[in-house]
């Protein structure tokens, strides 16, 4: 069974450009997940869909952040303008809807704001 | 708001010996406890979950135990091996109102096994 596949893997951007990740959730997996990873923390989830539609957004800095899920498969986070602290590991993940609670994740990408 | 508090944060143990982490939630309504491991530069990954129907769960060196009363679940590792040095995160889960599951997790146990 092919995994969460994640893209780009690594990405350096100066403060104030923008960034975005693409990501495209194990097949038939209705949830996917947006969490952030900074180094030393446990993963904290940005944004979460189900199919479509987005079931919890509440820790998305919106003023900068944005997520869409067109089609209800494939989806892209993008960061504009980014800040230093948005440095971390953007990690994917999804799970089916039926069994919601098991989450898989993708490799993640890792972006460095200098 | 929930949190989930993890410990200790840092754990070295000698091959062989015995590992536990420990992690407490606050959401009484969480109903799913899965663990997972990160090898450095690696995804997290499923190791073992638990139920909030079960207290004790166990595959091979691994077990975890669930007090619900206490609102506090741990991972015990057991016969550790060097290949178990990693990152566990704990995570406490529960389903969503608007149809969703929320999974809260901690912020992890760095494990060294030193051979």
């Known amino acids: 069974e092919a995994g969460v596949a994640q893209s780009p893997r690594y990405k350096i951007i100066e403060k104030r450009q923008s960034v975005a990740f693409w990501c495209n959730p194990i097949?038939?997996?209705?949830?996917l997940y947006w969490y952030q990873q900074i180094l030393g923390q446990g993963p904290k989830l940005l944004i979460q869909?189900?199919?479509?539609?987005?079931?919890?957004d509440s820790q998305l800095p919106k003023d900068r952040f944005s997520a869409e899920r067109l089609k209800g498969v494939d989806s892209t986070l993008k960061i504009q303008p980014a800040k230093l602290e948005d440095s971390a590991v953007y990690l994917c993940?999804?799970?089916?809807?039926?069994?919601?609670?098991?989450?898989?994740f993708g490799e993640g990408s890792w972006l460095t704001v200098v | 708001g929930e949190n989930v508090e993890q410990h200790p944060s840092t754990l070295s143990v000698q091959e062989g010996d015995s590992a536990v982490i420990k992690c407490t939630y606050s959401?009484?309504?969480?109903?799913?406890f899965p663990w997972y491991k990160q090898e450095l530069g690696k995804r997290p990954q499923l190791i073992i979950d638990?139920?909030?129907?079960?207290g004790e769960k166990k595959d091979q060196r691994i077990a975890v135990t669930l007090n619900k009363t206490a609102k506090h679940f741990s991972l015990h590792i057991t016969e550790t091996q060097p290949e178990d040095s990693a990152v566990y995160f704990c995570?406490?889960?529960?389903?969503?109102?608007?149809?969703?599951?929320?999974?809260?997790f901690g912020a992890g146990t760095r494990l060294f096994v030193k051979a």
């Open positions: 995570a406490a889960s529960r389903g969503g109102n608007t149809g969703g599951f929320k999974t809260i």
């Open positions: 869909f189900q199919n479509n539609g987005v079931v919890d």
């Open positions: 097949s038939g997996h209705a949830t």
């Open positions: 959401d009484s309504a969480s109903n799913y």
């Open positions: 993940a999804s799970s089916l809807r039926t069994s919601g609670n098991t989450i898989y």
């Open positions: 638990i139920r909030s129907n079960v």
